[in-house]
């Protein structure tokens, strides 16, 4: 059976340590690392996200602040709220909560977002610096996969790498981060034709398609690390991965459950971005 990658465990060591680094910051500076969370509407599952990310941020000492808009919100009057918080000495970062609903135009919000307050790295500088391998800021979700797989000893170099997912906020920067550790990376997406033949090459393999159960264990190569990146609701309202857990756990070598898994670790590099980007400011 398979070694289980505590997603929960690492969080809390990796939290542990940003509060450490956070206290020494304000005691230095004289003031808290500052992140703002702009919510749109009325979705359940982002009400749920955005009050995890202000106790995570609470509990490592840092400032934050959740405003929050209705659903009628104008394009405007999201626009004057980000530039607001642009100016904001005390907020380093600012996110907006995706999905937005339908009527707002979600790229000119992203773009809207100073790139040194990006801390979701979305903003097409962000994401260049990332192409370069010279970034500040890493989108969150694969940055705590790359700290599961430090923190559990895995070498990614000279190895194959399958990421199954082309998005933008996980597949790409998620492949171009396991090149850059020098793995050998292929992307698969939903039109790959024979993906069981490829992913099943794959030494470290990486799910991120939004579809529950898409991988099973026959897809999957004796012994590989397979990382779940999927959060997916069955009807009787149990979380589900990409990965059916089940046939997947008896073949590979080590696997991320769901939940307790990757989520976890999002949070947590959503704080060391926080802190990265108030030390910028100081910088500056």
Known sequence: MAHIIDGKKIAAATRADIAERVAAFEKENGFKPGLAVIIVGENPASQVYVRNKKKACEDVGMYSVVIEMPE??????????????????????????????????????????????DVDAFHAQNTGKIMIGDYDFLPCTPAGVMKMLEFEGVEVEGKECVVVGRSNIVGKPQAMLL???????????????????????????????????????????PGAVVIDVGMNRREDGKLTGDVDFASAEKVAGMITPVPGGVGPMTITMLLENTLTAAKKYINK
């Open 179 to 221: 090149l850059h550790k020098n793995g050998t990376v292929t992307i698969c997406h939903s039109r790959t034709k024979n993906l069981a033949e490829v992913t099943r090459r794959a030494d470290i393999l990486v799910v991120a398609v939004g579809r529950a159960d898409f991988i099973t264990g026959d897809m999957i190569k």
């Open 72 to 117: 009628a919100t104008t394009q405007d009057e999201l626009m004057d709220k980000i530039e607001e918080l642009k100016n904001a000495s005390a907020i380093h970062g600012i996110l907006v909560q995706l999905p937005l609903p339908a009527h707002l135009d979600e790229e000119a919000v992203i773009a809207a977002i100073p790139p040194e307050k």
